[in-house]
């Protein structure tokens, strides 16, 4: 089943196993990709994965969530991105381009020193280990900020297809970022139009995703979603996969073609030893939204008997698979004699 041929908008993929989007931290001062960037791409190209999540690109400097993190946020960053995407479709890698807001998520306080840099976020809620240490909090978004970040997202994500030449394009709403914080009601208390209910908390995630969907209505478009604010065998808190099948039904009517399941404030399980421990999230998911889209479930799956299960199984349609594009990118060519 891993390499049952799957078409997505008029693109056939041989295999179902996708690149989890990996942050390389290569990026030059303005955001572009550097020469290290080219060689790990040239990398992950020939390693015979049908589609690439390609790492988050922040769609504007309050966005970032620290400075090596590669941007979207002008058309002359987007033409030098698309030094990426020509590797990856020269490769026969179906591309879709990460975006993403990091909110209050700071991964380097070092991103306070880049001009015009404001720690943005719904009701601000440090997320991280970094606020202590910064000794300030994150600051509250205003709504026509919040206007703004929409906007931001939608050109970024135009651009992004149009000038660096990405297939498609793939919204971040987890791992506790911008849009991940904005579905938790541990992270967003606000009273307006983005926050108390669980459909006014994804409002945000609806906007730019009809946006995208609306200006972009042939690529194949896909959001990352936090379905969870605990792991698996933790005791449940915030967010919870109930309120996230009401919102993956939504993104499925908005035209999103790819759910990819994967936690919330919790993170993507970087502790986790245990085998595809995101597995009943993404079996859930799938089994509420049906057919209306495809789920790709990521999380320590990094075995071809236990990929194969999980698609035979109905779990999800795709695979994810992380870190073990990073320790051994050959896999695919393992997987596939062992299948
Ligand atoms: C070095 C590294 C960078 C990552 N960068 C991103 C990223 O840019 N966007 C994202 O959504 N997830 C990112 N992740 C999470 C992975 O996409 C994936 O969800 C996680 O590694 C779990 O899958 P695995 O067990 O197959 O590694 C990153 C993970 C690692 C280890």
Redesign the pocket.
């Known amino acids: 089943m891993i390499f049952e041929p799957i078409e997505i908008k008029n693109h056939l993929l041989t295999n179902r196993i996708v690149s989890?989007?990996?942050?390389s931290l290569s990026s030059m001062e303005d955001g572009a990709p550097s020469e290290k960037s080219l060689e790990i791409y040239k990398r992950f190209a020939a390693s015979g994965v049908a589609l690439m999540?390609v790492?988050?690109h922040a769609i504007n400097i309050c966005g970032r969530t620290r400075p090596a993190q590669f941007l979207a946020d002008s058309d002359d960053v987007a033409t030098n991105h698309s030094a990426i995407s020509t590797i990856l479709k020269d490769g026969g890698v179906l591309c879709l381009v990460?975006i993403?807001h990091a909110g209050a998520k700071i991964a380097d306080p070092a991103v306070f020193d880049m001009e015009g840099y404001r720690p943005q976020s719904p009701s601000g809620i440090p997320v991280g280990d970094n606020w202590d240490k910064l000794g300030r909090k994150p600051e509250v978004m205003t709504l026509s900020e919040i206007k703004k970040t929409a906007e931001d997202f939608i050109n970024a994500a135009v651009r992004m297809v149009e000038i660096a030449g990405y297939d498609g394009v793939q919204i971040?709403a987890?791992?506790g970022y911008l849009l991940g914080q904005f579905l938790s009601p541990l992270t967003n208390r606000r009273e307006d139009e983005y926050g108390g209910t669980e459909a006014k908390r994804a409002r945000l995630l609806y906007e730019i995703t009809d946006g995208i969907r609306q200006s972009l209505k042939d690529i194949p478009l896909s959001v990352?979603l936090g379905v969870a604010d605990y792991l698996t065998g933790e005791k449940a808190k915030g967010l919870s996969t109930d309120d996230t099948v009401a919102v993956a039904r939504e993104l499925a009517n908005l035209g999103v073609d790819i759910i990819g399941v994967?936690g919330n404030l919790c993170g993507?399980?970087?502790d986790r030893k245990d085998s595809a421990y995101f597995a009943p999230y993404a079996e859930r998911i799938k089994s509420s939204i049906g057919s209306s889209a495809l789920v790709e479930c990521?999380?320590?799956?990094?075995d071809a008997v236990t990929a194969d299960k999980m698609l035979r199984d109905d779990v999800c349609d795709f695979v994810?698979?992380?870190?073990?594009m990073?320790q051994d990118p050959d896999f695919v060519s393992r997987w596939k004699e062992s299948c």
Do not use: D, K, W
């Open positions: 989890a989007p990996l942050a999540m790492e988050h990460q993403n971040h987890s791992h990352r994967t993507f399980g970087v990521s999380g320590g799956i990094r994810g698979v992380g870190r073990l990073l």
